[in-house]
């Protein structure tokens, strides 16, 4: 199980590597990627930012909390950071287990959770030059 | 220079301090990424939130927006005690 900010691009293939092994007779990979619109407008890129420490505290948390619920060992999210262009990943959520349905499930849990918790920000690059902070995050449960 | 008593062997302070972050476009209101605020012992996070309402570009924060105290999302009635991070989040949007 591992999680990790990267500044450079996710190497996918790696990540699958990285948790597969002859055990396991299925891999779920779940990709996000920036999109060339957003409700309705013309976007060039997504620059990503976060509260670091706290993000990787969250993404641990998540991991540990989707290994427990589906009893996934083999479990690896990578989420960049920084100015990514038009169809550049931008989160990797890669599960391998012996049977689909706990990575499947797994998977789903973390990258919902994912958006829910933890803190990273985009500001998204229009072709007509603006930009502007997406708030599309809701707040999470129990909080004040 | 600050007021302190002496008393049993402790040099307690009138105020302390605690780090405020702020990111994204709750960064860009206030026009800095991070605030040392000193405040009085016993303050809470609605406290250093009234703090930071009120600074130039406060206005554009919500009124209750999201805190984070040591990166753990925190209530509004979370009691500082000097040194912490507190963390003001705007609404989350990763993936």
């Known amino acids: 199980m591992r999680v990790a900010l990267v500044d450079g691009p996710i190497d996918v293939s790696a990540l699958i590597s990285e948790v597969s092994d002859d055990s396991c007779g299925a891999a779920t990979v779940f990709l996000g990627c920036v999109r060339d619109v957003n409700e309705g407008r013309a976007v060039t890129g997504i620059e990503y930012s976060a509260y670091r420490s706290m993000a990787e505290r969250e993404m641990t948390a998540i991991a540990r909390e989707a290994a427990e619920r589906f009893g996934v060992a083999h479990l690896v999210v990578e989420h960049r950071l920084g100015t990514l262009g038009l169809g550049d990943v931008s989160v990797a959520i890669v599960v391998a287990h012996p049977h689909r349905a706990p990575a499947l499930d797994a998977m789903r849990f973390a990258i919902e959770q994912l958006k829910r918790r933890v803190p990273i920000w985009k500001l998204e690059l229009y072709v007509d030059g603006t930009r502007e902070w997406i708030g599309a995050g809701s707040i999470p449960d129990g909080v004040r | ?95």
């Open chain 2, 1 to 95: 220079m600050g007021v302190h008593a002496r008393r049993a062997g402790y040099i307690l302070s009138e105020t302390m301090t605690v780090t405020v972050l702020l990111f994204a476009s709750y960064a860009d209101a206030l026009g800095k990424s991070a605030i040392e605020l000193d405040v009085a012992p016993g303050s809470t996070v609605r406290d250093i939130l009234g703090t930071l309402l009120s600074m130039p570009g406060g206005d554009r924060l919500p009124p209750r927006p999201l805190v984070a105290v040591n990166q753990e999302y925190a209530s509004a009635n979370t009691t500082l005690h000097g040194g912490e991070e507190v963390a003001v989040i705007p609404p989350v949007a990763g993936g």
